[in-house]
């Protein structure tokens, strides 16, 4: 059964994958979108099978009999205590829940051959080890008449209430995860409404959760077409732990808005993903991300920031090309203020002839384009000359020297038209010679080095003054990239 598409009353979700992520500010209403969805096809149960949990998650991991009297007496009372943002007991529940969760893996076991037949699984191999891979000072063990917590340090039993609420979330949320997939229906739709499961877990916690998710599709890809997971989350680190799954889409949800629509995670976020997925050294360091057209620019600016030691704060994101490059312009716009307050991210073009025609910026990302036909031209500017230990009438000298040394070159007619060029070639393409430029003035260094040490060493004095290399890359993206943070 394959659904395109989930509504509620008021709620819209369009272009379903296994797993849908769904973006958006604090107050954009992302949790009264799901319950929406929840309510709506809930009254569906003859074509949907749903779930909800709720972003509030209170309680303790540890089975309550009063807890499973209210389940056992109305069916209803799960999926009432939960359709609200702060769910009391609901730890409990869960515990209920993975209890159940063994009893449906051993009878799945029982009646399927294949997974019988394999030593290697049982349930403490495919469903316990899952749950502890988001554990690091303790582990859930089957003791003898329930599950029980056990220190890693020296193997002591702890109680449920005295795990912290970090490990004793994760428990909960991955005992949520493998019942509804020990569960699925595969004559209904099965859909498992996830809000803000990344609440109260650290960020290496967020994404081994959205490793957990994958596996378990995995493990269910039979089903895969009766099954949508949609999570609405903040989430940088688990965001980009989905970043590579073929199952995942991605849709921003705005204040007052109620369609989202959905697509799927493509190259833009497996590129930025690297950036994002770092947020807490990124908030420390105050790092943009800085979009760039090749890997030689990446390589630049990269180098830039390392010469700089750390007064250049960009995340160098390599493109590949001019249309990924509007790509990720466009995906980063729709997902940067979802993620952070006040957020900044830089894209630099290369000149390619373009001669006084400014990218219009598409907050919030800053878009700029080179002053030069690419970054290698940048090699032939004073600033880097003085890094190989030279003039431009040095370099001149030396190119006339090289040429006559050389007439058999097949690069010696560019090198000849460089040298006796007045403006250095500033809008032509020279990329067949940048590095032969450094062999003619004897320079040892890849000219992405030699650039990449100019640039580091660019002083705030230099937009003022007369600096070729500032002229070069474009005085509004030296003063807005390089000096950002300058007092």
Same mark, same amino acid.
């Given at each position: !059964?394959?659904?395109?598409?989930?509504?509620?009353?008021?709620?819209?979700?369009?272009?379903?994958?296994?797993?849908?992520?769904? !973006?958006?500010?604090?107050?954009?209403?992302?949790?009264?979108?799901?319950?929406?969805? %929840?309510? !709506?096809? *809930? @009254?569906?149960?003859?074509?949907?099978?749903?779930?909800?949990?709720?972003?509030? +998650?209170?309680?303790?991991?540890?089975?309550?009999?009063?807890?499973?009297?209210?389940?056992?007496?109305?069916?209803?009372?799960?999926?009432?205590?939960?359709?609200?943002?702060?769910?009391?007991?609901?730890?409990?529940?869960?515990?209920?829940?993975?209890?159940?969760?063994?009893?449906?893996?051993? +009878?799945?076991?029982?009646?399927?051959?294949?997974?019988? !037949?394999? +030593?290697?699984?049982?349930?403490?191999?495919?469903?316990?080890?899952?749950?502890?891979?988001?554990?690091?000072?303790?582990?859930?063990?089957?003791?003898?008449?329930?599950?029980?917590?056990?220190?890693?340090?020296?193997?002591?039993?702890?109680?449920?209430?005295? /795990? *912290? *609420?970090?490990?004793? %979330?994760?428990?909960?949320?991955?005992?949520?995860?493998?019942?509804?997939?020990?569960?699925?229906?595969?004559?209904?739709?099965?859909?498992?409404?996830?809000?803000? $499961?990344? #609440?109260?877990?650290?960020?290496?916690? @967020?994404?081994?959760?959205?490793?957990?998710? /994958?596996?378990?599709?995995?493990?269910?890809?039979?089903?895969?077409?009766?099954?949508?997971?949609?999570? *609405?989350?903040?989430?940088?680190?688990?965001?980009?732990?989905?970043?590579?799954? @073929?199952?995942?889409?991605?849709?921003?949800?705005?204040?007052?808005? &109620?369609?989202?629509?959905?697509?799927?995670?493509? =190259?833009?976020?497996?590129?930025?993903?690297?950036?994002?997925?770092?947020?807490?050294?990124?908030?420390?360091?105050?790092?943009?991300?800085?979009?760039?057209?090749?890997?030689?620019?990446?390589?630049?600016? @990269?180098?830039?920031?390392?010469?700089?030691?750390?007064? /250049?704060?960009?995340?160098?994101?390599?493109?590949?090309? #001019?249309?990924?490059?509007?790509?990720?312009?466009?995906?980063?716009?729709?997902?940067?203020?979802?993620?952070? &307050?006040?957020?900044?991210?830089?894209?630099?073009?290369?000149?390619?002839?373009?001669?006084?025609? $400014?990218?219009?910026?598409?907050?919030?990302?800053?878009?700029?384009?080179?002053?030069?036909?690419?970054?290698?031209?940048?090699?032939?500017?004073?600033?880097?000359?003085?890094?190989?230990?030279?003039?431009?009438?040095?370099?001149?000298?030396?190119?006339?020297?090289?040429?006559?040394?050389? $007439?058999?070159?097949?690069?010696?007619?560019? /090198?000849?038209?460089? =040298?006796?060029?007045?403006? +250095?070639?500033?809008?032509?393409?020279?990329?067949?010679?940048?590095?032969?430029?450094?062999?003619?003035?004897?320079?040892?260094?890849?000219?992405?080095?030699?650039?990449?040490? =100019?640039?580091?060493?660019?002083?705030?004095?230099?937009?003022?003054?007369?600096?070729?290399? #500032?002229?070069?890359?474009?005085?509004?993206?030296?003063?807005?990239?390089?000096?950002?943070?300058?007092?």
């Amino acid at each position: !059964m394959n659904v395109n598409e989930l509504k509620g009353q008021t709620a819209h979700l369009i272009n379903l994958n296994n797993i849908n992520l769904i !973006m958006g500010r604090n107050g954009a209403g992302k949790s009264r979108f799901l319950r929406d969805i %929840e309510a !709506m096809i *809930s @009254q569906s149960n003859h074509l949907f099978s749903v779930r909800y949990v709720s972003p509030e +998650r209170a309680g303790t991991f540890k089975r309550d009999g009063n807890v499973l009297t209210a389940m056992s007496n109305d069916p209803s009372w799960l999926r009432q205590t939960r359709a609200v943002n702060q769910a009391n007991n609901f730890k409990a529940a869960s515990a209920m829940l993975f209890r159940e969760a063994e009893t449906l893996y051993l +009878r799945r076991l029982a009646s399927t051959p294949e997974i019988r !037949m394999d +030593r290697t699984r049982n349930f403490e191999t495919d469903r316990l080890s899952k749950v502890n891979q988001l554990l690091t000072n303790i582990s859930l063990e089957m003791g003898n008449a329930d599950f029980e917590f056990r220190s890693l340090a020296d193997g002591q039993t702890i109680s449920p209430d005295a /795990i *912290s *609420s970090g490990e004793s %979330e994760a428990v909960a949320l991955a005992s949520e995860i493998l019942y509804f997939f020990d569960t699925i229906d595969p004559t209904k739709f099965n859909v498992l409404l996830l809000d803000e $499961p990344d #609440v109260h877990l650290h960020p290496d916690l @967020q994404a081994r959760l959205g490793k957990l998710i /994958i596996a378990m599709l995995d493990e269910f890809n039979n089903h895969a077409d009766s099954i949508a997971i949609c999570l *609405s989350t903040h989430s940088s680190p688990l965001v980009c732990s989905l970043a590579d799954s @073929q199952y995942v889409s991605i849709g921003t949800k705005n204040f007052a808005v &109620d369609t989202v629509e959905l697509k799927p995670t493509s =190259a833009e976020l497996r590129k930025i993903a690297p950036f994002f997925g770092h947020p807490l050294s990124l908030s420390l360091s105050e790092d943009a991300a800085l979009i760039l057209e090749g890997e030689d620019d990446e390589r630049v600016w @990269q180098q830039a920031a390392r010469t700089s030691q750390g007064r /250049i704060k960009v995340f160098p994101v390599l493109a590949g090309s #001019v249309d990924q490059q509007g790509e990720l312009e466009s995906f980063c716009v729709d997902l940067l203020g979802t993620l952070y &307050d006040n957020p900044i991210a830089f894209s630099l073009r290369d000149g390619d002839g373009v001669i006084d025609q $400014p990218l219009q910026h598409r907050p919030p990302i800053r878009r700029y384009r080179l002053q030069c036909y690419a970054i290698e031209n940048v090699l032939l500017s004073d600033p880097c000359l003085a890094v190989m230990g030279t003039t431009w009438e040095g370099f001149i000298a030396a190119a006339t020297k090289w040429v006559e040394e050389n $007439p058999e070159h097949p690069d010696k007619i560019s /090198i000849h038209e460089l =040298a006796g060029s007045d403006d +250095r070639l500033r809008h032509k393409k020279i990329k067949k010679i940048r590095q032969l430029v450094c062999a003619v003035l004897g320079c040892k260094k890849p000219w992405e080095v030699v650039v990449g040490q =100019a640039i580091g060493a660019l002083m705030n004095e230099d937009i003022a003054n007369s600096n070729m290399l #500032v002229f070069f890359l474009g005085a509004e993206m030296v003063s807005d990239i390089i000096f950002r943070n300058a007092e």
